[in-house]
């Protein structure tokens, strides 16, 4: 290496304080974070490499299957609002497409889309979230379809609550949530089952029973003791409970069995002794929430203390013999 | 003792008042029993439960009280406070008077195990006074949706004042386990054992058990019939003269004490019927069976009591007014397809509804406020079921509004909950 070069070498090295370390590093970070973000842009592109064409072919296809086309161009304005790219945008509008050309209530994915984005949840977090609920809903219908075909349910809820259809597609909406937390969907045919076979078709009301339903997996008894839940809501369909009142009761029940300190099958005895007594609904959900479980106003037991070996006769005591 | 009779009754009213106010927030209940019957032992008495052999007469009793609860997330809290007057239906007898009061605070650790403490109070006059003070941590555990057992660990104190021998007072420690079990929905079947922890005297340790169960005739009418044996050993302390008796380190003494330890024995059997007339009106039916075997020397002989009573408790709930900040939404159809929705709120927010029915729009549909601090909307609404929550709006900021406990919610899939409206 000859003179000149390392004198201006050094000169250059020293105008340019190169040799602190510290500005070295930040240079380092700098052209990383640069090209990370190059990269992720490049990514970004490709993830969105959905066309607007091919957008606009899906809400096209979403609207042809009958969902409502101001729903999907008002989620669409507010996807992008939120600065969703083509491709999110069709991740969250063609569940919802496929399930509408099935015959299924796609509107409900549109609807857990549009939660999704008013509550600022991440898009790849609400993606999983709408396909859950997609699987769930073809799931209800493959309970619900068998079921509308069985006791002649056209005889039995037609008459009074107009259209089968209706029925059949408030049954899978109300299947489909109650298939979200633990539940399975033979569990749910097994209440529809049990419900066929000791309903009163007095009382037979098409939105009770899908409020029923869908309360299911709420119930503090289902879990272990799933007889139980069916017979507690075949009775309160029976007692006329209203779809309302349906769905206070799982949040009621929990309430009495917090307020009551007593176990879930001592609070379901409670509620169907309260059906049975006669006491109206509302007054029912009312005693539960206040841990009442055995129904009406009946008072809390009042003893002192349990009965036990802390209070001996006493007979070395003096007492006056209760004389005055 | 009709002067502590009636300062009980004022101390009664003046926690109750109080309370009541309290209660504004809590679920209260006022509760009035009432029972006349006779009995050859007031240790029959549940309130009182006091060997009293020598009081065998026809009695009357009533004994106000408030029952105060709330429940918050995980933990529950409730708290009795009353007045008890017993007057017996002889001339020449004493009336019992005092008053209680019992508090609980239990936490759900989770869906199987609670634990909690309670604590309580009494002091009942007669022609002595009795003062019972007590504390007692628990585990509760819900071995199955049809299984109960808790275990108590109870610290208990007990003086007597004004008896024509010296006041005396005494401390317990016992442990105690209980167990219940709902075979089927007419039957209930519950047991329990207890144990002291002390030597109660002479070397013996106490324990009781019971047995029970229920079953119900009809939804509104039960019998229990319950078993129990107690077993108590005790000592007493006798002086006696028996000439002068030297140790080196304490000297002489002219009067020496005697221990001398006992054992008693009871057998109880009772059998109680309950009639749940209406909501209101409760009557009871209760009568009960027991036998008292002793070991001491001087001892009255063994004996047998029996007591009978039949009774009324009247209860109800008082509507205090609410002064909760936020109370649960509640929904009136007004006409077809037209939903008032009304939430009372207390705070200078303003609220916004949205959900379902707007497409989750934000801010969401304005709540105007009215009187009473109620803020309403109306809603143009077919016949379903919806998902809402409440943006409260202050300053710069909003958040969603954390709706009452009691009100109808569901898992929104987010990981949070989502308000849950029914129209129909």
Redesign the interface.
């Known amino acids: 290496m000859d003179a000149w070069s390392l004198n201006e070498k050094g000169a250059f090295m020293k105008y340019f304080n190169i040799q602190d370390t510290r500005i070295a590093l930040l240079i380092v970070f700098l052209i990383g974070s640069i090209s990370f973000s190059v990269h992720q842009v490049q990514a970004s592109e490709r993830a969105s490499s959905v066309s607007l064409d091919e957008l606009e072919k899906v809400v096209q296809r979403a609207t042809k299957a009958g969902l409502s086309a101001q729903?999907i161009e008002?989620?669409v304005q507010r996807g992008r609002n939120k600065g969703l790219s083509n491709q999110q945008l069709v991740q969250l509008i063609l569940p919802a497409a496929e399930l509408s050309e099935q015959d299924l209530p796609g509107h409900i994915v549109i609807?857990?889309a549009?939660?999704?984005?008013?509550?600022g949840?991440p898009p790849n977090?609400?993606e999983p979230?709408i396909l859950?609920?997609k699987t769930r809903i073809q799931k209800a219908r493959d309970v619900v379809d068998p079921w509308m075909k069985k006791k002649d349910k056209e005889k039995r809820f037609l008459t009074k609550n107009g259209e089968l259809r209706t029925l059949r597609n408030l049954m899978i909406?109300a299947t489909a949530?109650a298939l979200?937390g633990t539940l399975s969907t033979e569990r749910v045919a097994d209440f529809l089952n049990h419900m066929d076979n000791n309903v009163n078709e007095e009382f037979l009301n098409s939105?009770s029973v899908a409020?029923a339903v869908?309360i299911l997996p709420?119930l503090?008894?289902t879990k272990?003791?799933p007889d139980?839940s069916n017979k507690m809501l075949v009775n309160a369909i029976n007692a006329g409970f209203?779809?309302?009142e349906f769905?206070?009761l799982p949040?009621?029940m929990e309430?009495a069995q917090?307020?009551s300190?007593?176990?879930?099958?001592?609070v379901?005895?409670g509620f169907?002794?309260?059906i049975?007594?006669g006491?109206a609904a509302n007054?029912i959900l009312q005693n539960l929430?206040?841990?009442?479980v055995?129904?009406?106003?009946?008072?809390?037991k009042?003893?002192?203390?349990?009965?036990?070996?802390?209070?001996?006769?006493?007979?070395?005591?003096?007492?006056?013999?209760?004389?005055? | 003792m009709r002067m502590a009779s009636v300062s009980w009754f004022i101390v009664f009213i003046l926690i109750t008042l109080p309370l009541g106010v309290f209660a504004q927030q809590w679920?209260s209940?006022i509760?009035l029993?009432s029972k006349t019957g006779y009995a050859t032992n007031s240790?029959l008495n549940?309130?009182?439960?006091?060997?009293?052999p020598?009081?065998s007469?026809p009695y009357w009793m009533v004994?106000p009280?408030i029952?105060v609860?709330r429940?918050f997330g995980?933990n529950?809290f409730?708290v009795?406070i009353?007045g008890y007057f017993q007057p017996?239906l002889k001339s020449?007898?004493?009336s019992w008077s005092g008053g209680?009061g019992?508090a609980d605070f239990?936490r759900?650790l989770n869906r199987i195990f609670?634990t909690?403490i309670q604590g309580?109070f009494?002091r009942y006059y007669?022609?002595?006074s009795r003062t019972?003070a007590?504390v007692e941590p628990y585990v509760?555990w819900?071995i199955?949706?049809?299984?109960?057992a808790r275990l108590h660990w109870?610290n208990?104190y007990?003086s007597?004042g004004e008896?024509?021998?010296d006041t005396?007072s005494n401390h317990?420690q016992?442990l105690?386990l209980?167990y219940?079990w709902?075979p089927s929905?007419k039957w209930?079947i519950e047991t329990?054992f207890?144990?002291?922890l002390d030597q109660?005297g002479g070397g013996e340790k106490?324990?009781?058990g019971?047995f029970g169960t229920t079953y119900?005739i009809r939804?509104?009418l039960n019998v229990q019939v319950r078993g129990?044996f107690?077993?108590?050993g005790?000592k007493?302390t006798s002086k006696r003269s028996v000439g002068p008796r030297c140790d080196v380190l304490m000297g002489c003494s002219v009067n020496n004490r005697v221990f001398i330890s006992n054992q008693?024995d009871?057998y109880?059997l009772e059998l109680d019927g309950q009639y749940?007339l209406?909501?209101?009106w409760?009557f009871n039916v209760s009568t009960a069976l027991m036998r008292?075997e002793?070991n001491?020397r001087r001892?009255?002989k063994d004996a047998t009591d029996v007591a009978f009573s039949f009774g009324v408790?009247y209860?109800?709930?008082p509507d205090w007014g609410g002064r909760e900040e936020i109370q649960v939404p509640t929904i009136e159809k007004t006409k077809k397809q037209t939903t008032l929705f009304k939430i009372k709120y207390r705070g200078d927010a303003k609220l916004y509804l949205?959900g379902?029915f707007n497409?989750?729009?934000?801010p969401g549909i304005p709540l105007i406020k009215g009187p009473n601090e109620l803020y309403r909307t109306t809603l143009k609404l077919n016949?379903g079921?919806y998902?809402y929550k409440i943006m409260k709006v202050e300053g710069g900021d909003s958040e969603w509004l954390k709706l009452d406990?009691?009100?109808?919610?569901?898992?929104?899939?987010?990981g949070?909950m989502?308000g849950?409206l029914?129209i129909?």
Request: no cysteine; proline share 4%; hydrophobic share 25%.
């Open positions: 729903q008002d989620l609807q857990k549009f939660e999704g984005l008013a509550k949840v977090r609400i979230v859950d609920l909406e949530h979200s939105r409020a869908r709420d503090i008894t272990e003791h139980i209203t779809a309302s769905h206070q949040n009621a309430m917090n307020n300190r007593l176990p879930a099958k001592a379901a005895n169907t002794r309260q049975k007594n006491i007054q929430q206040k841990g009442n055995e129904g009406g106003d009946l008072p809390p009042m003893k002192q203390q349990p009965k036990g070996p802390d209070k001996p006769p006493a007979a070395d005591k003096k007492k006056n013999g209760g004389k005055k | 679920h209940q509760v029993e240790y549940d309130y009182l439960s006091e060997w009293e020598s009081l007469a004994a009280r029952h609860s429940y995980q529950a409730s009795d009353g017996y020449d007898y004493s209680f019992r239990n759900r609670y909690g309580g009494n007669y022609s002595y019972q007590w509760r819900n199955s949706d049809d299984m109960e109870n208990s007990r007597y008896l024509q021998t005396s317990y016992r105690a209980h219940q709902w929905f209930k329990g207890y144990g002291n109660v106490a324990l009781s019971y119900w939804n509104d129990g107690e077993r108590y005790f007493t008693d009871i109880r749940l209406n909501p209101r409760t008292w002793n001491r001892a009255p408790t209860s109800i709930v949205t379902d497409n989750w729009n934000r016949d079921v998902e406990d009691a009100t109808a919610m569901v898992k929104d899939g987010f949070g989502n849950r029914v129909e």
